[in-house]
């Protein structure tokens, strides 16, 4: 159904070992710019022609830095102590060659790039230099061109090792990401899906794999992913947006969803179920209204809500009536304006936040001050409120007018 869009937009490319007259890989692949310097360890037993190799390849080369050893011993200690990008080694040497020496290296360093560079050639040197992992195989040929392929073959070579590092960082990143992740071919099938992508539809991830897209769209909305949400991403760059889809077992899902292509062409998914915080959010909002008309109802109190540090966040019709403010005069105020000068100043306000957010709770009576200016005796109880997980969310305070209680006890 969208074969069209997206073969249109994606062209598969292949990297493979590249020829002598190559570009080096640097033009199509992002490397890290400490890679732009390359130390290569020349390993060979006649000390004229290391030197020789190195001023061809130090000349030849794009950054290229050569150091030689003359027994692969030497070369051993070298690699235990030094930084290196690239081995080139002679195949026939005293004591060990360079076969064995390729064996050890693997050994150790199973993804360095090793060159095997050697006078002695036959397809049984190549079958086992390749058998034993070698990157690349050259032989001498006497001619100074063969350093110019040389160069290219060292570059190409430690490139494609840096990309493949990066391409296995990625990869293990997206693999224990929270967030669904996937990839789509030029049909429009999943070429690629994680753990957390897959557990969002109720799949393994290889079941999904090679299936097509809309397999997560109910039936009603593939014509918009076909004719909105596809067209839309060569024309912006990307889509995001809520979107249902349907699980495994058939439940409906909303989930935040965003589409982009990647500079190869490939279509990048990402998903996150959004459909408990949904629930959640209208739950909240249901709980607030019906906590709004409470309130609003109980016009004996005056019912505030104040976020961690004592700001006001609302307030009901009876503490506008007690207190005289309007609410868009009193919204965003300090608490401790009600309270007379003295009593703020000296701090008493916060001291009532940090007692009730200790005990839960605190009771507290005193003398008041309204906007005009006049006191009234208040009863007053202050509640910490903490959400489910037990993080603080900011207090309740209830306020009733007691004057004409207060000033019978007081025989006043």
Same mark, same amino acid.
């Given at each position: 159904?969208?074969?069209?869009?997206?073969?249109?937009?994606?062209?598969?490319?292949?990297?493979?070992?590249?020829? %002598?007259?190559?570009?080096?890989?640097?033009?199509?692949?992002?490397?890290?710019?400490?890679?732009?310097?390359?130390?290569?360890?020349?390993?060979?037993?006649?000390?004229?022609?290391?030197?020789?190799?190195?001023?061809?390849?130090?000349?030849?080369?794009?950054?290229?830095?050569?150091?030689?050893?003359?027994?692969?011993?030497?070369?051993?200690?070298?690699?235990?102590?030094?930084?290196? %990008?690239?081995?080139?080694?002679?195949?026939?040497?005293?004591?060990?060659?360079?076969?064995?020496?390729?064996?050890?290296?693997?050994?150790?360093?199973?993804?360095?790039?090793?060159?095997?560079?050697?006078?002695?050639?036959?397809?049984?040197?190549?079958?086992?230099?390749?058998?034993?992992?070698?990157?690349?195989?050259?032989?001498?040929?006497?001619?100074?061109?063969?350093?110019?392929?040389?160069?290219?073959?060292?570059?190409?070579? #430690?490139?494609?090792?840096?990309?493949?590092?990066? #391409?296995?960082?990625?990869?293990?990143?997206?693999?224990?990401?929270?967030?669904?992740?996937?990839?789509?071919?030029?049909?429009?099938?999943?070429?690629?899906?994680?753990?957390?992508?897959?557990?969002?539809?109720?799949?393994?991830?290889?079941?999904?794999?090679?299936?097509?897209?809309?397999?997560?769209?109910?039936?009603?909305?593939?014509?918009?992913?076909?004719?909105?949400?596809?067209?839309?991403?060569?024309?912006?760059?990307?889509?995001?947006?809520?979107?249902?889809?349907?699980?495994?077992?058939?439940?409906?899902?909303?989930?935040?969803?965003?589409?982009?292509?990647?500079?190869?062409?490939?279509?990048?998914?990402?998903?996150?179920?959004?459909?408990?915080?949904?629930?959640?959010?209208?739950?909240?909002?249901?709980?607030?209204?019906?906590?709004?008309?409470?309130?609003?109802?109980?016009?004996?109190?005056?019912?505030?809500?104040?976020?961690?540090?004592?700001? #006001?966040?609302?307030?009901?019709?009876?503490?506008?009536?007690?207190?005289?403010?309007?609410?868009?005069?009193?919204?965003?105020?300090?608490?401790?304006?009600?309270?007379?000068?003295?009593?703020?100043?000296?701090?008493?306000?916060?001291?009532?936040?940090?007692?009730?957010?200790?005990?839960?709770?605190?009771?507290?009576?005193?003398?008041?001050?309204?906007?005009?200016?006049?006191?009234?005796?208040?009863?007053?109880?202050?509640?910490?409120?903490?959400?489910? %997980?037990?993080?603080?969310?900011?207090?309740?305070?209830?306020?009733?007018?007691?004057?004409?209680?207060?000033?019978?006890?007081?025989?006043?």
């Amino acid at each position: 159904m969208s074969e069209n869009i997206f073969s249109s937009r994606v062209q598969t490319g292949v990297m493979s070992s590249t020829g %002598d007259d190559t570009p080096p890989l640097r033009d199509t692949l992002r490397v890290p710019e400490d890679a732009d310097r390359i130390r290569v360890l020349h390993v060979d037993d006649e000390p004229e022609f290391c030197d020789l190799v190195a001023l061809y390849l130090e000349r030849e080369g794009d950054g290229l830095e050569v150091v030689a050893e003359h027994s692969v011993e030497a070369g051993l200690e070298r690699l235990g102590s030094e930084d290196v %990008d690239c081995v080139v080694s002679d195949y026939d040497m005293p004591e060990t060659d360079g076969l064995a020496f390729l064996e050890t290296v693997r050994e150790e360093y199973p993804d360095l790039p090793f060159i095997l560079f050697t006078g002695k050639g036959s397809e049984g040197i190549a079958s086992e230099a390749i058998s034993a992992g070698v990157t690349d195989y050259l032989q001498k040929t006497g001619g100074a061109d063969q350093y110019s392929v040389l160069a290219n073959r060292i570059e190409n070579s #430690v490139r494609r090792q840096h990309a493949e590092r990066e #391409v296995r960082r990625s990869f293990r990143a997206i693999e224990t990401a929270r967030e669904g992740i996937s990839f789509l071919d030029e049909e429009g099938r999943f070429v690629y899906v994680n753990r957390a992508y897959a557990d969002a539809y109720g799949y393994e991830p290889e079941e999904l794999t090679g299936e097509p897209w809309w397999t997560i769209y109910p039936e009603e909305d593939r014509d918009r992913v076909v004719n909105e949400i596809l067209p839309a991403i060569p024309e912006k760059g990307r889509w995001t947006g809520e979107s249902v889809h349907v699980r495994r077992d058939g439940t409906r899902i909303l989930v935040d969803h965003a589409l982009a292509y990647t500079e190869e062409g490939t279509l990048l998914c990402l998903v996150r179920n959004v459909t408990g915080e949904h629930e959640t959010e209208r739950a909240l909002a249901q709980e607030r209204e019906r906590f709004d008309l409470f309130v609003d109802a109980v016009e004996e109190y005056a019912i505030f809500t104040l976020d961690t540090e004592g700001f #006001v966040t609302s307030w009901n019709r009876g503490a506008e009536r007690l207190k005289g403010y309007s609410r868009e005069e009193i919204l965003g105020e300090h608490f401790s304006v009600f309270y007379p000068e003295e009593r703020a100043e000296a701090g008493h306000p916060r001291e009532l936040l940090e007692r009730a957010l200790a005990g839960g709770d605190v009771e507290d009576r005193g003398w008041r001050v309204r906007k005009d200016g006049s006191e009234f005796w208040a009863d007053v109880v202050i509640t910490a409120v903490f959400d489910e %997980d037990g993080q603080h969310r900011g207090f309740v305070k209830v306020t009733r007018d007691e004057t004409d209680r207060h000033r019978e006890r007081e025989g006043e």
